[in-house]
């Protein structure tokens, strides 16, 4: 009895000296990945929220707004801020916790908490009216931010979104290190490993039918390997299905010019599920279908995507929703959801 007392303390004690050491270590990693890779652009304090932007070009103001797990860095990789610059003042934002931006523990992020702040942050940097290109999770953002502050919002893009709520058994699955006390013990510990080592399959199912592009690899992996990233990534999936389900009847009220824009043979969310019956419920709204392009179709098919960015700027314009209108006074939406969590 005794040595079986011995083991096991011996084998949770080895447990626990593994465990501690994952820690360390992954934090180390994480500190040496932020000084490989330091912030491209800038910084503004919103609410607490220290957000990280990069701004490019002059012209008519463009704000994109990047997918869950990723970063900046998946958007400029891509080539569609460059090109998007020499039209446009281009805004790109690291949303909440995603690269260099913070995310505080005492805000629940929904996608009307984000829009909130983005809105907030873009009146900061003088941007009151603006075309809005939004690309998975993102486009959640989007769609929240242009049914709160239509008058913003000159025209609204919308690539590989998920605008329906149904049932996602990968939602739940992904959301672990989102829980408090056991979700902080597996981003530190097993979690970046078992993300190194799914990354390949990962980037396959993201971007098939198509292949990873030369240029996706412009993209810092370990950066959304960090805990606190993967922390962010798995709350986004924990949101998605609620983030869906509370802006799904808001959609008939998108009055300005809309674009949405899907990858055929996308793993990630159903096209016909999803954009073809957006498209259906708003009325006046484009629907283009990228062939073989996939999840990943700012990557897969970038010239197309801000093709239908210029086709919006273009029925803005002549529908007199472009920028350079007067703004109507600020909607009022709901304050962010505040909760006090362990930081």
Request: with cysteine; glycine share 8%.
């Given at each position: 009895?005794?040595?079986?007392?011995?083991?096991?303390?011996?084998?949770?004690?080895?447990?626990?000296?593994?465990?501690?050491?994952?820690?360390?270590?992954?934090?180390?990693?994480?500190?040496?990945?932020?000084?490989?890779?330091?912030?491209?652009?800038?910084?503004?304090e919103v609410d607490d929220v220290r957000l990280h932007?990069?701004?490019?070009?002059?012209?008519?103001?463009?704000?994109?707004?990047?997918?869950?797990?990723?970063?900046?860095?998946?958007?400029?990789?891509?080539?569609?801020?460059?090109?998007?610059?020499?039209?446009?003042?281009?805004?790109?934002?690291d949303r909440p916790g995603f690269g260099h931006s913070?995310?505080?523990?005492?805000?629940?992020?929904?996608?009307?908490?984000?829009?909130?702040?983005?809105?907030?942050?873009?009146?900061?940097?003088?941007?009151?009216?603006?075309?809005?290109?939004?690309?998975?999770?993102?486009?959640?953002?989007?769609?929240?931010?242009?049914?709160?502050?239509?008058?913003?919002?000159?025209?609204?893009?919308?690539?590989?979104?998920?605008?329906?709520?149904?049932?996602?058994?990968d939602a739940i699955a992904l959301s672990g290190p989102?829980?408090?006390?056991?979700?902080?013990?597996?981003?530190?510990?097993?979690?970046?490993?078992?993300?190194?080592?799914?990354?390949?399959?990962?980037?396959?199912?993201?971007?098939?039918?198509?292949?990873?592009?030369?240029?996706?690899?412009?993209?810092?992996?370990?950066?959304?390997?960090?805990?606190?990233?993967?922390?962010?990534?798995?709350?986004?999936?924990?949101?998605?299905?609620?983030?869906?389900?509370?802006?799904?009847?808001?959609?008939?009220?998108?009055?300005?010019?809309?674009?949405?824009?899907?990858?055929?043979?996308?793993?990630?969310?159903?096209?016909?599920?999803?954009?073809?019956?957006?498209?259906?419920?708003?009325?006046?709204?484009?629907?283009?279908?990228?062939?073989?392009?996939?999840?990943?179709?700012?990557?897969?098919?970038?010239?197309?995507?801000?093709?239908?960015?210029?086709?919006?700027?273009?029925?803005?314009?002549?529908?007199?929703?472009?920028?350079?209108?007067?703004?109507?006074?600020?909607?009022?939406?709901?304050?962010?959801?505040?909760?006090?969590?362990?930081?």
């Amino acid at each position: 009895m005794t040595s079986r007392i011995s083991n096991l303390q011996i084998a949770l004690a080895a447990a626990l000296a593994a465990g501690v050491g994952a820690a360390v270590a992954n934090a180390l990693i994480a500190r040496r990945t932020e000084r490989r890779n330091p912030p491209k652009g800038k910084f503004i304090e919103v609410d607490d929220v220290r957000l990280h932007y990069v701004e490019r070009g002059s012209g008519e103001p463009l704000v994109l707004l990047h997918g869950n797990g990723v970063t900046i860095d998946d958007l400029d990789s891509s080539g569609l801020i460059d090109l998007a610059a020499a039209k446009h003042r281009v805004i790109a934002f690291d949303r909440p916790g995603f690269g260099h931006s913070s995310r505080p523990r005492t805000t629940i992020w929904t996608a009307q908490a984000q829009a909130e702040l983005i809105h907030k942050a873009l009146l900061q940097l003088g941007v009151r009216r603006f075309l809005l290109f939004g690309h998975s999770w993102g486009a959640c953002v989007a769609v929240r931010l242009a049914a709160d502050h239509p008058q913003a919002v000159s025209g609204l893009v919308l690539a590989s979104g998920y605008y329906f709520p149904n049932f996602r058994a990968d939602a739940i699955a992904l959301s672990g290190p989102a829980v408090p006390g056991l979700g902080d013990v597996l981003r530190y510990t097993i979690s970046p490993l078992v993300g190194r080592l799914m990354w390949p399959l990962m980037l396959r199912k993201l971007f098939a039918p198509a292949t990873v592009p030369a240029k996706f690899r412009a993209f810092p992996r370990d950066m959304a390997l960090r805990p606190s990233q993967l922390r962010a990534s798995a709350a986004e999936s924990m949101l998605m299905i609620p983030a869906a389900y509370g802006i799904s009847g808001r959609y008939e009220d998108l009055k300005m010019p809309v674009a949405i824009v899907a990858g055929e043979g996308d793993r990630i969310v159903d096209i016909d599920d999803q954009s073809g019956r957006l498209h259906d419920r708003i009325s006046g709204s484009t629907f283009k279908r990228i062939e073989g392009g996939g999840h990943m179709v700012h990557q897969t098919a970038t010239r197309e995507v801000m093709s239908a960015i210029e086709d919006v700027e273009r029925v803005s314009r002549e529908r007199g929703w472009g920028a350079s209108l007067t703004p109507r006074p600020s909607a009022t939406s709901d304050a962010p959801v505040r909760r006090l969590l362990p930081s």
